[in-house]
T-cell receptor, first 114, second 110 residues
Framework: NAGVTQTPKFQVLKTGQSMTLQCAQD?????MYWYRQDPGMGLRLIYYSASEGTTDKGEVPNGYNVSRLNKREFSLRLESAAPSQTSVYFC?????????????FGNGTRLTVT | QQPVQSPQAVILREGEDAVINCSSS?????VHWYRQKHGEAPVFLMI?????EQKGHEKISASFNEKKQQSSLYLTASQLSYSGTYFCGTVNTNAGKSTFGDGTTLTVKP
């Protein structure tokens, strides 16, 4: 059982380049999330999708867009990467959007923007 | 509003106990606790809902004090495997999303 799978694991971009981070879950979860984690810091919510067909902004959405492609997949796009977006990006899912649902995280994508 | 965790870091010997605190400036609906080992994804430990309940997970337990708007994580008789960074995630309403603290790094030495 793979859980939450993120690709790629590592990525280096030049300022201004674009890229899409992919996330897929095989647990039949309804809700999916994108977080970023800067060194020595906690997790900051970028965007989330409570259910297929819906997306909402989190704490730090500027510079990002998301697509909930289907129930399994939730992608994060950086249209014009900036050095401030250097971070580790975690995708997560929960069975429902209810607050008592625990987050299941993927292994992260380590992004460096030069 | 981001919760505040204390202490930022703690170093223990195997078998010693530790307490990690998580405080919010807003009323809390629930608190989530996660552990993250270096270079890995955070792993869920437990969730506490408002009502002041205490939960346990092996030798790790947690409490939730609504009035003080805080939660504490208790690690007893710590093992080497407990090393990592512990994060609390607080939820302020029944429709809210978790807001995470900056973490407490726990190092357990032999």
């Amino acid at each position: 059982n793979a859980g939450v799978t993120q690709t790629p694991k590592f990525q280096v971009l030049k300022t201004g380049q674009s890229m899409t981070l992919q996330c897929a879950q095989d647990m039949n979860h309804n809700s999916m999330y994108w977080y970023r984690q800067d060194p020595g810091m906690g997790l900051r919510l970028i965007y989330y999708s409570a259910s297929e067909g819906t997306t909402d902004k989190g704490e730090v959405p500027n510079g990002y867009n998301v697509s909930r492609l289907n129930k399994r997949e939730f992608s994060l796009r950086l249209e014009s990467a900036a050095p401030s977006q250097t971070s580790v990006y975690f995708c997560a899912s929960t069975p429902t959007s209810r607050v008592e649902s625990p987050l299941h995280f993927g292994n992260g994508t380590r992004l460096t923007v030069t | 509003q981001q919760p505040v965790q204390s202490p930022q870091a703690v170093i223990l010997r195997e078998g010693e106990d530790a307490v990690i605190n998580c405080s919010s400036s807003k009323a809390l609906y629930s608190v989530h606790w996660y552990r993250q080992k270096h270079g890995e994804a955070p792993v869920f430990l437990m969730i506490l809902l408002k009502g002041g309940e205490q939960k346990g997970h092996e030798k790790i337990s947690a409490s939730f004090n609504e009035k003080k708007q805080q939660s504490s994580l208790y690690l007893t008789a710590s093992q080497l495997s407990y090393s990592g960074t512990y994060f609390c995630g607080t939820v302020n309403t029944n429709a809210g999303k978790s807001t995470f603290g900056d973490g407490t790094t726990l190092t357990v030495k032999p």
